[in-house]
């Protein structure tokens, strides 16, 4: 347990665990250059795994100290503070996940990759819906931001876990014709995921949209499938 359980902290700390080979490659990696999805992100260069283990240490860290970690400019720290909160999700009841699904939903401006949305939307979001109204995933499918759609599609996977489809399969039909890869590659990916526990419902929607899919979400969506399978779903022959 860290005695001290303040942002400026937790910078000390993962700075001190920095490296700048990994920070190299990882800004290649998220895209960062100019005109790409990540453009301008900052990375102290640290793997998910050490960092999970801070997250560990640090887990008790108060709301007001996650969200200024989740504001700051470093890749990871911001990762840092959605782990954060993923942990204290799962431990809290209601009413405090009730608050962390708020805070969540009002800081998304700063859940801007896909990493970030993918290791936190269907833990906060998507389990916290879970047995409610869903409107909100709704809204965010329709939203101008790339980060808030792929939010969407991902918080769906909470309830795929489930073997619950149809609001996951009415999210993928509103982002089926996204002009982003990252919204293709993430529909496609949850169009599996339906596939591995329903390959019906998953091919029953694949019949009535493929031809009209993007080539990506396809591709995703049938990636499990036999190859001449796949073939004839890329050829438009199925």
């Given amino acids: 347990m860290a005695n001290n359980l303040t942002a400026e902290a937790v910078h000390e700390q993962l700075v001190s665990l920095a490296n700048p080979e990994i920070a190299e490659h990882s800004q290649r990696f998220f895209k960062t250059g100019t005109g790409e999805y990540g453009e301008g992100d900052q990375f102290l260069g640290i793997r998910v795994p050490i960092l999970r283990q801070q997250v560990t240490r640090y887990q008790h860290l108060p709301n007001e100290e996650v969200i200024a970690l989740l504001k700051s400019p470093f890749h990871e720290e911001r990762l840092f503070a959605l782990l954060v909160w993923v942990k204290k999700f799962q431990k809290a009841p209601e009413e405090e996940q009730a608050h962390l699904y708020d805070l969540y939903l009002h800081h998304t401006q700063y859940?801007?990759?896909?990493?970030?949305?993918?290791?936190?939307?269907?833990?906060?979001?998507?389990?916290?819906?879970?047995?409610?109204?869903?409107?909100?995933?709704?809204?965010?499918?329709?939203?101008?931001?790339?980060?808030?759609?792929?939010?969407?599609?991902?918080?769906?996977?909470?309830?795929?876990?489930?073997?619950?489809?149809?609001?996951?399969?009415?999210?993928?039909?509103?982002?089926?014709?996204?002009?982003?890869?990252?919204?293709?590659?993430?529909?496609?990916?949850?169009?599996?995921?339906?596939?591995?526990?329903?390959?019906?419902?998953?091919?029953?929607?694949?019949?009535?949209?493929?031809?009209?899919?993007?080539?990506?979400?396809?591709?995703?969506?049938?990636?499990?499938?036999?190859?001449?399978?796949?073939?004839?779903?890329?050829?438009?022959?199925?």
């Fill in 111 to 238: 859940i801007n990759n896909w990493d970030l949305v993918d290791s936190s939307a269907y833990q906060i979001m998507g389990a916290f819906l879970e047995g409610k109204d869903r409107q909100p995933i709704f809204q965010l499918a329709q939203s101008q931001s790339l980060w808030e759609r792929r939010i969407a599609m991902m918080a769906t996977f909470q309830w795929i876990r489930n073997h619950d489809f149809e609001d996951a399969l009415a999210i993928a039909k509103l982002l089926l014709h996204d002009t982003e890869d990252l919204i293709h590659k993430a529909v496609g990916w949850m169009l599996r995921e339906i596939g591995k526990r329903d390959l019906e419902t998953e091919k029953g929607f694949l019949k009535e949209h493929y031809q009209n899919m993007p080539h990506t979400m396809l591709r995703y969506a049938i990636e499990k499938f036999p190859q001449c399978e796949r073939q004839r779903y890329l050829k438009g022959v199925v």
